[in-house]
């Protein structure tokens, strides 16, 4: 299999300092991948930045100039947690603009599927305003290129990492041709994402919200992929499949309260992979979001990575939670979100 790396060491230079998001993380995940040796079956991907026309695809054009006017003036908050630097409108061009490359590779042929190693991240990021640690919505923006530069008709995000990405899911709220599915902690920030938000008007049904109870591990994530995932993909033949790969349902992640491990992460990407393989010829464009604990981000993105690549050995020096809770019941969610989107 041919998979794809889009990285670059202008990620490094939105600089968070001792922010959770913060380029450590890009430093821990590369190391591994290059310690590992897995780096050197990668296909490089080298980002372009992403110009004023496609940002404006999602954002509005006062958002842009706010994120350039705070890194010119050497940073600052944007809001209660999301930090700029000097570096970081650069940086955000970069990243979105990684995703598109990514895109291009996928479509073109050049790779089967592609991992986007990028920061700042963005499912957070709304029309108007950064929020959540991301300043541009870069899966938004790839799905929007790949159906007007591509001519792709239906994309599907899917969402695993624990917050719910509300700025994408707003970004399609309306539109039938892009179905977002998020797995998220709940209630948690952004505090939206219940199964009762189904998208409206002509995209009525085509988001899919699976709420969580904290506590969630790889057995209830395997169940909600392959139980809810799965039967929507296929109802929405979907031709290419974005998935905004959050690393912090890890039980190890110092701000939310899953239970899920590296092999988890191994399980979902899988199943997303087989769904991509039946469905779409297994285009996949797999881009970071979140994901706090440096080891099991690292380890997360070489398992996803591991999984592309069609290898089957899974690294995973983690192992499961280490205090391991009884996992809450999802029976009663699954079974709303069933009701609510007309599933058998
Ligand atoms: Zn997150």
Same mark, same amino acid.
């Not at 404006?56 to 700029?84: K, N």
């Given at each position: 299999m #041919?998979?794809?790396?889009v990285?670059?060491?202008?990620y490094?230079e939105h600089? +968070?300092g001792?922010h959770?998001e913060?380029k450590?993380r890009l @430093?821990?995940? +590369?190391t591994?991948?290059?310690?590992s040796?897995?780096?050197?079956?990668?296909i490089?991907?080298p980002?372009?930045?992403?110009?004023?026309?496609?940002?404006?695809t999602?954002?509005?054009q006062e958002?842009?100039?706010?994120?350039?006017?705070?890194?010119?003036r050497g940073g600052?908050?944007?809001?209660g947690?999301? @930090?700029?630097?000097?570096?970081?409108?650069?940086?955000?061009?970069?990243?979105a603009?990684?995703?598109?490359?990514?895109?291009?590779?996928?479509l073109n042929?050049e790779?089967?599927?592609?991992?986007?190693?990028?920061?700042?991240?963005?499912?957070h990021?709304?029309h108007?305003?950064?929020?959540?640690f991301?300043?541009?919505?870069?899966?938004?923006?790839?799905?929007r290129?790949?159906?007007?530069q591509?001519g792709?008709?239906?994309?599907?995000?899917?969402d695993?990492?624990?917050?719910?990405?509300?700025?994408?899911?707003?970004?399609?709220?309306?539109?039938?041709?892009?179905?977002?599915?998020s797995t998220h902690?709940?209630?948690?920030?952004?505090? +939206?994402?219940?199964?009762?938000?189904?998208?409206?008007?002509a995209g009525?049904g085509?988001?899919?919200?699976?709420?969580?109870?904290?506590g969630?591990?790889?057995s209830?994530?395997?169940?909600v992929?392959?139980?809810?995932?799965?039967p929507v993909?296929?109802?929405?033949?979907?031709?290419?499949?974005?998935?905004?790969?959050g690393?912090?349902?890890?039980?190890?992640?110092?701000?939310?309260?899953?239970?899920?491990?590296?092999s988890?992460?191994?399980d979902i990407?899988?199943?997303?992979?087989?769904?991509?393989?039946?469905?779409?010829?297994?285009?996949v464009?797999?881009?970071?979001?979140g994901?706090y604990n440096?080891?099991a981000v690292?380890y997360?993105? #070489?398992?996803?990575?591991?999984?592309?690549?069609g290898?089957?050995?899974?690294?995973?020096p983690?192992?499961?939670?280490?205090?391991?809770?009884?996992a809450?019941?999802v029976?009663?969610?699954?079974d709303?979100?069933? #009701?609510?989107?007309?599933?058998g």
């Amino acid at each position: 299999m #041919k998979v794809g790396l889009v990285h670059d060491p202008v990620y490094l230079e939105h600089d +968070t300092g001792s922010h959770p998001e913060n380029k450590q993380r890009l @430093v821990a995940a +590369t190391t591994l991948l290059e310690t590992s040796g897995l780096m050197g079956r990668l296909i490089s991907l080298p980002p372009r930045m992403v110009t004023a026309e496609e940002l404006l695809t999602i954002h509005a054009q006062e958002h842009i100039e706010q994120v350039e006017s705070y890194s010119q003036r050497g940073g600052g908050w944007l809001d209660g947690d999301t @930090v700029a630097s000097p570096g970081s409108y650069k940086a955000a061009l970069y990243a979105a603009g990684g995703l598109l490359r990514g895109v291009d590779a996928v479509l073109n042929g050049e790779v089967n599927s592609a991992f986007a190693l990028v920061r700042p991240p963005g499912h957070h990021a709304t029309h108007n305003r950064a929020m959540g640690f991301c300043l541009f919505n870069n899966i938004a923006i790839a799905a929007r290129y790949a159906q007007q530069q591509h001519g792709i008709e239906r994309i599907l995000i899917v969402d695993p990492d624990v917050h719910h990405g509300n700025g994408t899911q707003g970004s399609f709220y309306d539109d039938p041709t892009v179905l977002y599915f998020s797995t998220h902690q709940y209630p948690f920030y952004p505090g +939206t994402g219940a199964v009762d938000e189904t998208g409206s008007g002509a995209g009525l049904g085509t988001t899919v919200n699976v709420p969580l109870p904290a506590g969630c591990g790889d057995s209830e994530y395997r169940q909600v992929y392959e139980e809810i995932l799965a039967p929507v993909a296929r109802r929405f033949q979907p031709q290419l499949i974005l998935v905004s790969a959050g690393y912090d349902p890890h039980w190890a992640d110092q701000i939310a309260m899953m239970q899920v491990s590296v092999s988890g992460f191994a399980d979902i990407i899988t199943i997303i992979k087989e769904l991509a393989n039946e469905l779409c010829d297994g285009r996949v464009l797999v881009t970071l979001e979140g994901g706090y604990n440096l080891e099991a981000v690292a380890y997360g993105i #070489k398992a996803t990575l591991d999984v592309l690549m069609g290898n089957s050995k899974i690294e995973d020096p983690l192992g499961g939670p280490r205090y391991s809770r009884q996992a809450p019941p999802v029976d009663t969610v699954l079974d709303r979100v069933r #009701k609510a989107h007309q599933l058998g």
